[in-house]
T-cell receptor
């Protein structure tokens, strides 16, 4: 398996533009997570899905952020409009089940977003 | 908020064992203890996890205190490639919250 695949790896955009980050989880995994990492705040859990259904989006910073998982093999994280403070590395991870059930999560390489 | 406590940084010599401590004094009886590490410019990588018993795998060993309020990740022979940030996590349900982790420096 190729692992969790994220695209693009790098994104530079202007303030106010819409940004869409993409994730392909590992085939057969039921749980998908979106994280954001910054120097100031570390790794933050934004949202997670189980069986394509959003379970907890309490980590999504504000309404400008939205995430979807239309099927088991694809998820998107959208920021509209983007702001400079959204600059961060965004990670997607997948897991066979929730990690609290004793299974590990596999992370993608991340998307480095820069909003200028 | 993260519920684990780890030292900010630790230093080790190459080819010596490293013991990375973690306190999780409020852990519930059903939460697993997971360890991940993050190498520079990469996503976090799973290292090991356990519930009550000590665990070994090809990467490391995990020693869990009898009362489960603390654990120790053991790297048996540190290499330069082990220099990373190591995260200790209480994993309950589907949610996984990362703390600040321990940055491990390995000296040649």
């Amino acid at each position: 398996d190729a692992g969790v695949i994220q695209s693009p790896r790098h994104e530079v955009t202007e303030m106010g533009q819409e940004v869409t980050l993409r994730c392909k989880p590992i085939s057969g995994h039921n749980s998908l997570f979106w994280y954001r990492q910054t120097m100031m705040r570390g790794l933050e859990l934004l949202i997670y899905f189980n069986n394509n259904v959003p379970i907890d989006d309490s980590g999504m910073p504000e309404d400008r952020f939205s995430a979807k998982m239309p099927n088991a093999s694809f998820s998107t994280l959208k920021i509209q409009p983007s702001e400079p403070r959204d600059s961060a590395v965004y990670f997607c991870a997948s897991s066979p089940n929730g990690q609290g059930l004793g299974t590990e999560a596999f992370f993608g390489q991340g998307t480095r977003l820069t909003v200028v | 908020d993260a519920k684990t406590t780890q030292p900010n940084s630790m230093e080790s010599n190459e080819e010596e064992p490293v013991h990375l401590p973690c306190n999780h004094s409020t852990i519930s009886g059903t939460d697993y203890i997971h360890w991940y590490r993050q190498l520079p410019s990469q996503g976090p990588e799973y290292v090991i996890h356990g519930l009550t018993s000590n665990v070994n795998n090809r990467m490391a060993s995990l020693a869990i205190a009898e009362d489960r309020k603390s654990s120790t990740l053991i790297l048996h022979r540190a290499t330069l490639r082990d220099a990373a940030v190591y995260y200790c996590i209480e994993a309950g349900g589907f949610k996984t919250i990362f703390g600040a982790g321990t940055r491990l420096f390995v000296k040649a």
